[in-house]
T-cell receptor, first 113, second 112 residues
Framework: DAEITQSPRHKITETGRQVTLACHQTWNHNNMFWYRQDLGHGLRLIHYSYGVQDTNKGEVSDGYSVSRSNTEDLPLTLESAASSQTSVYFC????????????FGPGTRLTVL | QKEVEQDPGPLSVPEGAIVSLNCTYSNSAFQYFMWYRQYSRKGPELLMYTYSSGNKEDGRFTAQVDKSSKYISLFIRDSQPSDSATYLCAMRLHTGGFKTIFGAGTRLFVKA
C-alpha cells in the first residue's frame, strides 16, 4: 500500500544545530507540503513543492529550507535550530489533478533545547 | 485577523449527541472546503470535502457551506466515543495552486 513516512518520529536537539527531517511518499504525488502544528495555531505551511526542482515558501518559512531532487522525498532542514522551532512537524502530499485530499505523515516531534 | 477562525474548544458531549463544529473565514474566493479529523499523536485524515456552497452527507457526518456568510459547519449525528478527536476545517482557492489554509482545530470529547 502507498504511504507517507517521516523520520525521525522524535528528535531532541540543541539551539544552533542543523537538523534535517525526512519525508518519503510512495503515492507518486507531485505535490508535497511541510507544516508545523502548534497549540492555538493549527497547521501552518512552511514550504511546499509542486514537482522535482520546484520549491516555494509558505506562511512560516524563515529558518527552514527544502529541496526536491526526486518525486518521493522532500527533506526539511532547520539551518540553525531555535527554541521557537520546537513543534510537531507534518509532511503531506497530494495529487496534481485537482484532488483535494492531502495525505499526511505521522509527524515528527522536535524539541530544541 | 486569521483567514480561517475556528473555536479550539474543547467540546465535551455525551454519547449519542448531535455535534456541531464550525469555522468562519474571511476570503470570499475560497471554493474548496474540507474537514480533517486528527486523532491524538497522528496525522490529520480527510473526512469530507465540498466544492462551493451546499450540503454534503456521508453516513453520520454532514458538511455545510454558506458562502454568503463565510461560514462552514460539520455535523456529527449519534456521536460515538470513537469520534473523540481534533477536527480541523480547511479551505483553498479554485486557482493558484494547491495551498490549503487550516483552522486551528476543535478538540471534541464524546463521553460514553
Amino acid at each position: 500500500d502507498a504511504e507517507i513516512t517521516q523520520s525521525p518520529r522524535h528528535k531532541i536537539t540543541e539551539t544552533g544545530r542543523q537538523v534535517t527531517l525526512a519525508c518519503h511518499q510512495t503515492w507518486n504525488h507531485n505535490n508535497m507540503f511541510w507544516y508545523r502544528q502548534d497549540l492555538g495555531h493549527g497547521l501552518r505551511l512552511i514550504h511546499y513543492s509542486y514537482g522535482v526542482q520546484d520549491t516555494n515558501k509558505g506562511e512560516v518559512s524563515d529558518g527552514y529550507s527544502v529541496s526536491r531532487s526526486n518525486t518521493e522525498d522532500l527533506p526539511l532542514t532547520l539551518e540553525s535550530a531555535a527554541s521557537s522551532q520546537t513543534s510537531v512537524y507534518f509532511c503531506a502530499s497530494s495529487e496534481t489533478g485537482g484532488g483535494n485530499e492531502q495525505f499526511f505523515g505521522p509527524g515528527t516531534r522536535l524539541t530544541v533545547l | 485577523q486569521k483567514e480561517v477562525e475556528q473555536d479550539p474548544g474543547p467540546l465535551s458531549v455525551p454519547e449519542g449527541a448531535i455535534v456541531s463544529l464550525n469555522c468562519t473565514y474571511s476570503n470570499s474566493a475560497f471554493q474548496y472546503f474540507m474537514w480533517y479529523r486528527q486523532y491524538s499523536r497522528k496525522g490529520p485524515e480527510l473526512l469530507m470535502y465540498t466544492y462551493s456552497s451546499g450540503n454534503k452527507e456521508d453516513g453520520r457526518f454532514t458538511a455545510q457551506v454558506d458562502k454568503s456568510s463565510k461560514y462552514i459547519s460539520l455535523f456529527i449525528r449519534d456521536s460515538q466515543p470513537s469520534d473523540s478527536a481534533t477536527y480541523l476545517c480547511a479551505m483553498r482557492l479554485h486557482t493558484g495552486g494547491f495551498k490549503t489554509i487550516f483552522g486551528a482545530g476543535t478538540r471534541l470529547f464524546v463521553k460514553a
